[in-house]
């Protein structure tokens, strides 16, 4: 179905879904990429969305996105290779990323598009190689970051190159140049990448350990599984110190034993004005 994209814009529809980051002018031989991040408090299933080709300002080809539930504050960069992404730029902790076909950027301007199978047009993000930093000489491999989601898509200074000190690109993480940033990617660490609540006096227990510039933040921690749903909050809103940490014993709200699989855990951070930052960390549970 070919549909005017100024229609389907006029329609669209609130979603918590929205477009965070473009690669769309890699360096020769190299992936582009696209990243999204769930706004809101509730996991999102991606396979109720595609992302779509614009031709002449109409919508033409749908690229469906692969069965994921989202947490819910999280990021995730969508590629047709993401082993090209994850050579070319350092991933941080947690961070994720699935593979997709996507359609092609053309590196002079145009649009991303995220839609609902119904063509219904729930972001769009109107690029252009002016949003770049003019101090760049070399735009090839240098994302274009969304800085505020609680700003309109299209704004221009809503808009800018990821930074050089994070690689120029920061694919299923936290963007460097967000104005909602207010910790290191690095500021949370756990002791170990599972736990194995089992008793036996071996990694029995997972520590979340940090360190923080900031002395005036408080956080949200809670643990989500591989559907989304929540099993348990570690912290609600407590005020942290510039150090610290805390233990999860790879249980659930009600102290039983969760079943071995994949979790994440999930960060939120907040400062005195509101602005919010959400750092992801995978974590498994095994025997």
């Not at 500021?187 to 609540?197: C, D, G, Q, Y």
């Amino acid at each position: 179905m070919v549909l005017s994209c100024a229609a389907a814009c006029a329609a669209a529809q609130q979603s918590t879904l929205l477009l965070s980051e473009l690669l769309f002018q890699p360096r020769s031989g190299e992936a582009e990429y696209v990243e999204l991040y769930n706004a809101g408090s509730d996991a999102v299933q991606l396979a109720d969305f595609h992302i779509v080709r614009v031709l002449h300002d109409s919508l033409t080809t749908h690229y469906p996105l692969p069965s994921f539930l989202l947490p819910p504050h999280a990021f995730v960069a969508l590629s047709k290779d993401i082993g090209s992404v994850s050579a070319c730029y350092p991933i941080a902790p947690g961070a994720l990323l699935l593979e997709c076909r996507l359609p092609t950027y053309p590196n002079d301007g145009g649009s991303a598009v995220l839609a609902r199978a119904d063509s219904t047009v729930v972001d769009r993000f109107d690029y252009s190689p002016a949003l770049h930093s003019r101090l760049l000489r070399n735009k090839a491999g240098v994302s274009l970051e969304r800085r505020r989601f609680d700003r309109p898509t299209n704004e221009v200074s809503n808009w800018f190159s990821a930074s050089s000190t994070s690689g120029y690109g920061t694919p299923g993480a936290a963007n460097s140049q967000s104005t909602e940033w207010l910790a290191e990617e690095n500021a949370f660490e756990l002791s170990a990448s599972l736990v194995s609540p089992d008793g036996d006096g071996y990694q029995d227990e997972l520590e979340i350990s940090y360190r923080l510039d900031d002395g005036d933040l408080a956080a949200r921690i809670e643990v989500f599984d591989a559907h989304g749903q929540r099993v348990r909050r570690l912290l609600n809103n407590a005020l942290l110190g510039t150090h610290g940490s805390l233990v999860w014993d790879g249980r659930g709200e009600n102290g039983s034993r969760l079943p071995q699989g994949q979790y994440v855990l999930l960060i939120i951070l907040y400062d005195t004005t509101g602005t919010r930052q959400t750092l992801c960390r995978a974590v498994a549970v095994v025997k």
